[in-house]
Structures are given as C-alpha cells and as structure tokens.
C-alpha cells in the first residue's frame, strides 16, 4: 500500500522508513550549559569554543548543540555515578552512539555521544573520584578484538583517552585520580597512574592452559584490596563458571571459582562481607563463600549490580525472568534479602547507585523488548518512594520546528505503526524553556510542517492515508489549528482536501497556504483550493510579505522538465520563469529579490531578476531551508564519511550564508536526517531528527540591560537597538516588517502608555520618577506616515508600536531620554527596505562607523556603542554595499542639524560622515532590497 504513496513522491511520508542502517549519525560533544558568545570578526556566525568532548590528540571534533528531546537519548542505560544527589552522570547507548547523560537533580540532559568508527559500540560502566575526575569506558565492539573507549572528566569536558589496547572493558574503579582500574574481555585488566594506561597480568592468578575470564566487574575497599568477577567457559561440557579474583601485595590472585553459575558484578562494604550477584547470590564471610540466595526469587532471575551505603543496607538489580518482561530489585537489611515491590516495571535493570549521603537510591536499565526503538529506564527512590523518571521520548520523526522565541517552540511528525507500516499516529510536542513535553492527540496521519503566527496562533499540516473497501489508496489532508499552542484541533474542512500537505505559511492567521498537489488558503473561516499554473507537486511555501510568496516543487512535464516555481503577488500565482531541471523541495525568502531555494543535491537563489545555482560546501544531500534574514541562512544536510576498513556513516550538519558564501559549520549529534530546522535567530536553533530527535542551539545574544537615548527640547531623530515592539492592544500588520526574534510586549493606547508616570519608556531628565514631556511622535512604515500627537483626537493618531529597526522622530518640551531594557539586536541584523522612502535605525546595535578622525557625536546621543571602526572613502557607499544602485539619497539629524548623503551630488554637499546605533536615517529606493553592511567591515 505504501509503495503507491511513495510513488506519489510525498517525501514526507517516504521519510518515516528511513534506512537508519546506512544513514546512522554517530556523533560527539554536547554542551552541559552554554553562555554568552561574542560575535568575532572571522566568523559572521560563530559556533561555541567551549567544547565538551575532544579527540585523543586534543583536536575539537563538536560543540555547541544540546539533545533536548528525549532527555536522556539512550536505548539502554548501562551504569551511573554521581558525586551527589545533583551531579549524576550516566552512560550506555543508542543506536551504535555511545551516549553520556548527566542528572542535576531536577532533569536528564545528554551532554555527549562518542563517533565510533566501527558499526556498534557502546560505553558500559562509569567511575569518578570527585566532580572534576571522571572515568567512563566501554568498547568499539562486544569483542576482544575491538578498541577500548576511555573517556575522562575533568569539570569542564570530556576528553578521550588514548589506551593503545585492544578489547572492551565492562567496568571501572578506582581510589583516586592516580589509582584507577579498568576490567574487560578475556582478562583484560587496565591500571591508570595517573599519566598512563598499563596492562596488568593475571598470570599469577590463572593457569597458562586455562582460558581468560570475560571480567564483568570490579570493586574494592582500598588500594590493595581489590575484587574482580568474571566468567569463562573451560571443558568439555562447556559448561559456565565464574572466577572470583582478589587483588593484594600488587599481584591478582584466584580467589574462588564457583562452576555452573553466571556472576555479574561484586561488590563489599568496608570491613564487611564481600557480595557478589548474577544468576545466584553468594557471600564471602570469614573467608567461606557461600550461596545464599533467597528461596522466593523467581526462576529465571539475574541480577546485575549491586551496591550499598553500609553493610547492612544494599541493593540488588536486575530482571525476575529471562523474557525481561519485569525488572527486579532486592534490598539487604543486614538479616534477609527481600524483594522490592512498589516497582513494577517492564525492562532490564543494568545499575544501581546509593547516595553515601542521603540514602537516596538510582536505578538504571533498558527495555529493547517491548518499546520501539528502546528506551532508558531511570528509577529513583527518595527514601519515602519509588518513581520514574525513565527518559522515554517520541518514537517516530520529528519533520519541522517552529519557534516564536526561545521559551516556545512546537515540533511536528508522525509515527507508523511498527507492527503494520500503515496506521500512523501524529506528533506534537511543545517547548516551554525548560522540557519538551508531548501533545497527546488522537489524529490519525504525519504532520510534515508547522507555522505559526506572531500573535500564537499556530498551523500544523501533513495527511492521513488507508485503503477503502475496494483496496483503493485514500489520502486525506490533515490540518490542526492552535490557539495557545497547548490545545489542538483538526480543522473541520480539513476532510475535504484529498491531499498529503507539505508545507505552510501564512502572513496571518486570516491567511495562510498550503501546498501539496495545488496550493490551499484558509482566509479565517475556510480552506480552498486557489487557481495556479500546471505544475509539478509543490515541497515547500514561504512568503516575506503577504504580497510576496514563493512555492517550490517537483519538476513537471507541463512545465518542460523544469522544477515547479511559483509566485503570488496578492492577486495571483504565476510560474516564474528558470532553466531548473530538478525535484526543488524547500524555499525561503527575506524579500522578493532574495530568494532561496533547495533540492536534494543543490541550493539555488533568486535575486530579483533570475534564479542561478549557488557555489557551497560537497554534501551528500540536503533537507531543509531555513532564515533569520538576508544574511544569515541555513541549510541542514548530510555527508558520507568514509571509515578505513568500516561502512560508510552519514554525519549531518549545516551550511550557513553570510550574506556572500555558504560556510559549512560542521556536524551536529543526530542520529538521522535532519528533517527540520526552525528558530528565533542565529542563537536560538532547534533541528528536528529521526528517532524523535529535538537539538537547539540556545547561545545568548549580545545584550544590555539598558539603552538609554538622550532627548533634547525640539524634534530629535532617533532609532533604539533593544529588540522590542512596543504596541497598542492591537498588533501590527503581519506585513510589517521587524528584526528576527523581536519581542512584542502588548500595552494599553500607546499615547496613554508614553505618558504614564511608572510605565513610560520616554523619562523626565529633570526627575526621572516621571514619564517625559514629549508633545509629537511620528515613524513611516511601508503603509505610509504614522502620527501620535497628545493635543489631537485620538482617532487622529494612528501610530500603535514602536519597534527595533525604524527610525522615529520624536519632539520634545523639556530634555528627557529614552530608556529601554532588553535583548539587543543581532550584530548581522539586516534592515527590509520598500521602494519609496524608508525611515530606520541603523543595524549595527554594537559598532559606529565614521570617516573621519574622530566620531562626530555630539552629546544627544548616549547609546551604548562598544566598537568605533574607521572607514576610508565614502562612508554611505561603502556601508550600503548590498543595495549599491538602489538607493537614491539618505539623510540623517542630529544635534547639529541635518546630514546628507547624495551619491550624485558634490563631494562638499554631503556631510552625512557616521552611522551609529542610537540615530534615525531616511532612505530613498529606486526598489525593494536588504540593507546587509558587508561582513569585513564588522567586529
């Protein structure tokens, strides 16, 4: 039934049966915290330096983004460790990715995932001295033959370490940061001085004609006074037995060596009895082991760990059949083993720690039987109860983000029915600043776009497919509208498009599009199919205005074997003319003359007057297409990686456009396409992923906590950096253009707002408790002049917001200022200007570019200027780059009066000489273009 999906060519649907075999990202470094990032002059957009993870020879292999969703992204949990209640670390694995966790008391977070360069791997066991001594190993393979993984904290990150062994280790202990202990396959015994590994011998302890024990364990209770377990097959009958080793006077020695049993882990309390647990219990006391397991167990049992704060308060885990179908958990009261049995869960419970402190008690495991894929187990006693905190997350693919800041954001997906490939579930979760947390919804379908409205009102789109009675494939769209963002529901019109959507977008939300075989509006009440060219099925929608929207598809015979490309310009769509020979899948726009579009092995743009293949970084094909503004663009991709003498693995990871190039920024931890990419700018990212994979990038802007703009008596001319939109009850046109990631903080009338004694950003300079005298304000946006005057009617004043990136004039009576508190506008922000006259503030929140000796900037301006940066030749041309040939004038004021730039009047006459943040211009265009100052002129 599927195949007749796919042959319609909806990628979306195509996605959810992804081949994860040859298209597995294993990847490394995830950040613990991230901090405040200054923008440098070699790097338009700069990854993070403060990288967690790193290569045996020092080398940075990642950095900068979080898996957020699931919180901890691992199919099983092997071991944890903690130096306390809030500082637990955990390791295990997740699809070939060994995977570090870490537990702050409150929530899971992945913080790394290892780059493996064979096909499986994983980390096993963890161990630490303190916060800032951390030791995890594992292997490359469940072989003798593989490569150990050694992996050490320092407090700060993780690094590996080279071994210069081969095998898997399965467990790690120690007395110190010079004193560690590592146990693996086929007696494998790794010791840790401090500044090397070494291989330690257990030719003492065995005979040279018996074979080496898989050491599963080891523990001990000082430097000379070691216990290893492990298991070795020998004889005939192959039968198993488990050798007990004791390490004393520098030497390893035989123990015990108990036959027909399994034992997995040992463990002893100081000066206590020695424990060790696996298919049996058995217990050293005075030097006699015996077994001592508990009648009542279940058969089948085994046990895997066990630990304690005491000799008389231990703790066993493990699972009561060899199913796995039910975890167990046994604790020790010093007189009797009994069972646990306020925990019920279904899974394979691999570790268990013991606070020393508190007495607080952490579980660990997995289930692969039942979940799809598997899931950690995490369980937690507090010492009055059990609960879980098991890290279970979306099952299927996350397809599209979409963000309104960096405290809200919505993913969408779907999930197919493991078991019949045919019922699919679909998927919304919801990001508040802190979690993730999934939408419980009873639709049926894949939602493969999202988009969502300044004011909150959200779309998501996808469909929904089945076989009617006569077997005949049924597709139906699937539509859900939100108003909150929390609750959903299927637009009831929504049954009567018979089509898969996959894309949306919408100016507001009285008008928005979606494509799928034709183009689809919803005007407020209701959904229709509008009138476009023949063409091909359509991928992708994005619009900058509601008069200027682009779609983008496959190509079509109709349209010569050409890819699908159509604009509306509020009236009608029409084919644009190209020589495109090729499936385009996404498209995005900053304005009608910058347009860019993807297909899977090539990014093309529009500027303005033809649509040209672009020159970026080999790739192995490209998903998604996604802006902040004019300059600052990115692409998600994946590239084949060669492994010497291994498979190929697929790394993913993003372009980025400045503006001028397209920069590769590297690989990011996915574990499959990277469907998705959506944000608020540059440092607020998330990318949505297979496996129900959600990673951001949340590095915080440049900010001030305060701008404050002097205001003289009589008209100034001024622009504000702090990236706010003050309005009146009403929201501005969503035609309106604003910086990314503005934030809109509603008030009541804007003239009763500006003049309120508490709550006026315009202040008295005299007496700053009281709001400023100000007696006019006017701005110009692309609907013309706006006026807000106290001594008229109100329903004279039309102006209802002030907004980072317009210019305003402003008159005052008595000297006054401007103070605002905020984020500050990204030092790349491009400014949209409209054919006519336009009047800005300058997009350069932390630089002041001037011509001559000195800046000429008298005292009105008191802005928060960070870097002077002097210009030679004309300061207007060369800042105005981008719009070279489209500008006609631009005029500024200041204290001085009126300044001017004219590229075609005389030298004398123009005495515009500074561009600074603070300042109002007025610019004149031939047409509409960006205003984008050249990257080698920034900070």
């Not at 919180?71 to 990715?97: E, K, P, T, Y």
């Amino acid at each position: 039934m599927l195949d007749g999906v796919r042959a319609m060519g909806v990628r979306a649907i195509r996605s959810i049966f992804f081949n994860f075999n040859h298209r597995l990202l294993i990847l490394v470094a995830m950040m613990a915290a991230v901090g405040v990032v200054i923008i440098q002059a070699s790097c338009p957009f700069c990854p993070p330096t403060d990288l967690l993870v790193r290569d045996a020879e020092g080398a940075e292999v990642a950095s900068g983004w979080e898996i957020q969703y699931p919180l901890m992204n691992a199919n099983w949990i092997n071991d944890i460790w903690g130096s306390s209640s809030s500082d637990i670390f955990a390791v295990g694995f997740g699809l070939n990715a060994a995977v570090i966790g870490h537990y702050d008391g409150q929530r899971w977070k992945t913080i790394a995932s290892y780059l493996l360069e064979e096909e499986s791997g994983e980390l096993t066991a963890i161990w630490g001295s303190s916060a800032s001594d951390i030791f995890a190993v594992g292997g490359t393979s469940g072989q003798s033959d593989g490569r150990p993984i050694i992996l050490h904290f320092d407090g700060r990150g993780w690094s590996l370490m080279d071994s210069a062994f081969s095998g898997c280790l399965l467990d790690v202990w120690g007395t110190g940061p010079s004193d560690v202990f590592a146990v693996g396959l086929e007696g494998l015994i790794l010791h840790w001085s401090g500044s090397a590994w070494s291989k330690m011998s257990l030719n003492q302890a065995l005979e040279p004609s018996d074979p080496l024990p898989d050491l599963q364990s080891i523990w001990g209770r000082g430097p000379d006074d070691l216990f290893a377990v492990g298991i070795r097959v020998k004889g005939i009958t192959q039968e198993p037995s488990s050798v007990i080793l004791h390490y004393q006077h520098g030497q390893w020695s035989l123990m015990k060596e108990i036959p027909s049993v399994c034992l997995y882990d040992i463990w002893a309390a100081e000066g206590g009895d020695i424990w060790a647990v696996g298919e049996r219990i058995f217990c050293c006391r005075n030097g006699l082991w015996q077994d001592v397991t508990p009648s009542d167990l279940p058969e089948g049992f085994c046990l895997n760990k066990i630990a304690g704060r005491s000799a008389n308060d231990i703790i066993a885990v493990g699972v009561a059949d060899l199913a796995g179908e039910e975890g167990l958990i046994l604790r020790y009261d010093g007189q009797a083993w009994t069972r646990v049995k306020e925990v019920n869960t279904c899974g394979y419970l691999r570790s268990v720690r013991v606070d020393p402190n508190n007495g607080q008690v952490m579980v660990v495991g997995g289930n692969f039987l039942y979940d799809y894929p598997s899931r950690g187990i995490v369980l937690i006693y507090d010492g009055a109860s059990w609960s879980s905190q098991s890290a279970k997350g979306y099952e299927g693919t996350c397809f599209q983000i979409w963000a309104n800041s960096s405290q809200a954001a919505w993913v969408v997906g779907g999930h197919p029915n493991p078991a019949t490939e045919e019922e699919a579930r679909v998927f919304i979760a919801r990001y508040d600043g802190q979690v993730w947390s999934p939408i419980d919804l009873p639709e049926y379908g894949i939602l493969s776009d999202i988009w969502g409205s300044l004011s909150g009102e959200l779309f998501a789109v996808g469909g929904d497919w089945w076989e009617d009675d006569s077997g005949q494939l049924v597709i139906e769209a699937q539509i859900l509208h939100s108003s909150d963002g929390i609750h959903w529901s299927r637009m009831p019109d929504a049954q009567n498009i018979k089509d898969f959507l996959e894309g949306v977008w919408g100016s507001s939300p009285s008008n928005v599009y979606a494509v799928g075989e034709g183009v689809y509006h919803y005007n407020g009440s209701r959904w229709s199919k509008m009138t476009t060219p023949s063409a091909g099925r359509l991928r992708g929608i994005w619009g900058s205005d509601s008069r200027t929207i682009f779609t983008v598809g496959d190509w079509s015979e109709s349209g010569g074997g050409r890819a699908t490309i159509l604009r509306y310009d509020g009236q009608s769509w029409r084919a644009m003319s190209h020589n495109i020979q090729d499936n385009l899948l996404k498209v995005w726009c900053s304005s009608a003359s910058n347009v860019f579009a993807i297909s899977e092995s090539q990014i093309y743009h529009y500027d303005g007057s033809g649509w040209s293949a672009m020159s970026c970084p080999q790739t192995a094909g490209y998903y998604d297409l996604w802006g902040v503004s004019a300059n600052e663009v990115f692409v998600t991709y994946d590239r084949a990686v060669e492994q010497e003498n291994g498979p190929i693995h697929y790394q993913c990871g993003l372009l980025f456009y400045d503006g001028q190039s397209w920069i590769d920024l590297g690989s990011v931890p996915a574990y499959g396409p990277l469907w998705g990419i959506g944000g608020t700018s540059a440092r607020n990212l998330f990318l949505a992923s297979d496996l129900g994979t959600i990673l951001h990038l949340g590095k915080q802007e440049t900010a001030v906590s305060q701008q404050k703009i002097p205001l003289q008596p009589g008209w100034n001319l001024i622009s504000f950096q702090v990236n706010v939109c003050i309005f009146n009850k009403k929201q501005p046109p969503a035609e309106i253009w604003f910086p990314p990631g503005i934030e809109f903080r509603q008030g009541a009338d804007l003239c009763t707002f500006l003049s309120d004694n508490q709550n006026s950003p315009i202040r008295d300079a005299a007496n700053p408790q009281q709001a400023g005298d100000w007696q006019r304000i006017t701005s110009f946006d692309r609907n013309g002049a706006h006026l807000l005057d106290k001594s008229v009617p109100a329903f004279v004043n039309n102006l209802t917001y002030l907004a980072a990136g317009y210019g305003y004039w402003i008159k005052m009576n008595k000297p006054g200022y401007l103070l605002l508190s905020g984020p500050m506008l990204s030092s790349k922000t491009s400014i949209h200007l409209e054919e006519g006259w336009n009047l800005i503030g300058a997009p350069c929140p932390d630089s002041c570019y001037y011509q001559q000796d000195s800046p000429p900037l008298c005292p009105m301006q008191d802005v928060p200027v960070i870097n002077f940066i002097p210009m030679s030749g004309p300061l207007i041309e060369a800042l105005f780059s981008s719009i070279s040939g489209k500008y006609l004038r631009v005029s500024s004021f200041d204290c001085q009066g009126a300044k001017l730039y004219d590229p075609k009047a005389p030298a004398f006459v123009c005495n515009l000489r500074y561009f600074a943040p603070g300042y109002g211009y007025w610019i004149k265009m031939f047409a509409a273009a960006d205003l984008i100052l050249p990257s080698a002129t920034l900070p």
